[in-house]
């Protein structure tokens, strides 16, 4: 989508402050963080939610729920922390594309 800004920062037309990047998806820092360590995980491949996923996406949203716990030890959330998935306007959801909140307090 051309006015997404997510895949705006997924093709680097808009820096970030990336964590981790790999073929699929791409893990940067929140500009408006609500904790400590607040990280926003995205699929490089457009689809406006979790709503709107489809068969199709399995595997991928499989690896992103994966990479989730690997990308919050190596922010130094040893002592746990929070996954938000905001779905739709009534979800809260303000930039639709999905993401997932990786929030926390560093050990």
Same mark, same amino acid.
């Given at each position: 989508?051309?006015?997404?800004? &997510?895949?705006?920062? *997924? *093709?680097?037309?808009? #820096?970030?402050? !990336? ?9 940067? %820092?929140?500009?408006? #963080?609500? *904790?400590?360590?607040? +990280?926003? +995980?995205?699929?490089?491949?457009? &689809?406006?939610? +979790? !709503?709107?996923?489809? !068969? ?5 949203? =499989? ?5 989730? #716990?690997?990308?919050?030890?190596? *922010? =130094?959330?040893?002592? =746990?922390? %929070? ?5 739709? %306007? =009534?979800?809260?959801?303000?930039? &639709? ?9 560093? !050990?």
């Amino acid at each position: 989508m051309s006015d997404c800004i &997510f895949c705006k920062i *997924a *093709a680097k037309e808009i #820096p970030s402050s !990336a964590v981790y990047e790999d073929e699929n998806m791409l893990c940067f %820092k929140d500009i408006n #963080p609500a *904790a400590p360590v607040h +990280l926003l +995980l995205i699929p490089k491949v457009h &689809f406006d939610s +979790l !709503a709107h996923a489809e !068969a199709g996406h399995e595997t991928l949203l =499989g690896k992103m729920m994966l990479k989730v #716990p690997q990308i919050a030890r190596e *922010a =130094g959330l040893s002592n =746990g922390f %929070k996954t938000l998935i905001n779905t739709g %306007k =009534g979800g809260g959801q303000e930039v &639709f594309h999905l993401h997932i909140h990786i929030m926390g307090t560093p !050990a």
